[in-house]
């Protein structure tokens, strides 16, 4: 899927950028300004590479996450706030803002990676009868309950949202067994929850999901 390679290159590309400019910093701080300037001639076309890559695939991603919240806007906050630090900071031979350029990099790709275990944690139900042995149980209003807490923001409301890579539920040849597996294990971005949710939850989503075709 074209979302899963861009996601991984994008991984890769930060990794990269995050080190070239971790190796600038210690260079620097070790005050070998003579190696900082041939380590800059010698990584000068690789990293021009690596910022365009960084550049691209942050942009398909960003057209392509499903939930600007806080800690996503905060990392993204971080990302632009480094690039001109760091610019500053090796250009004046600033150690400070050397060192203040790699930790917004590395807080704004831990921040990343607190952003993406967001969608590996259960949401409750609010307003919705759960238990199976009441008479008030109903299997596709606890399964859309479900679905709306945890998996509307990537699928959407009909389904065919397609945000973070998920697919189209509207097209799925699933069933309902096979929808409760891949809820279980995860797929693709979306992380397994063979232990968020019961397999009666995961019953009444393969349920919903279902009445979505």
Do not use: W
Request: one cysteine or more.
């Amino acid at each position: 899927m074209p979302f899963i390679a861009f996601y991984h290159t994008h991984k890769l590309v930060v990794v990269l950028f995050i080190l070239i400019y971790l190796l600038k910093a210690i260079l620097l701080l070790m005050g070998n300004k003579d190696t900082l300037l041939r380590y800059n001639k010698i990584i000068k076309i690789p990293e021009m590479v690596v910022s365009a890559l960084l550049f691209i695939t942050g942009i398909v991603m960003l057209n392509q996450i499903a939930d600007f919240n806080l800690l996503f806007t905060v990392k993204l906050t971080l990302v632009i706030g480094a690039i001109p630090v760091a610019i500053i900071a090796f250009k004046k031979y600033n150690k400070v803002l050397a060192v203040l350029a790699v930790i917004m990099l590395i807080s704004a790709y831990g921040l990343a990676e607190m952003f993406k275990a967001q969608f590996g944690k259960r949401h409750d139900v609010m307003e919705v009868v759960t238990e199976v042995d009441s008479d008030e149980y109903n299997i596709t209003v606890h399964g859309a309950a479900l679905y709306t807490a945890q998996c509307l923001v990537c699928h959407g409301a009909d389904g065919k949202a397609s945000y973070s890579g998920a697919k189209d539920l509207t097209l799925s040849t699933l069933s309902a067994d096979g929808i409760i597996e891949t809820i279980k294990t995860g797929k693709n971005a979306m992380p397994k929850m063979a232990d968020i949710y019961s397999e009666q939850e995961l019953k009444a989503l393969a349920n919903y999901v279902n009445s979505l075709r």
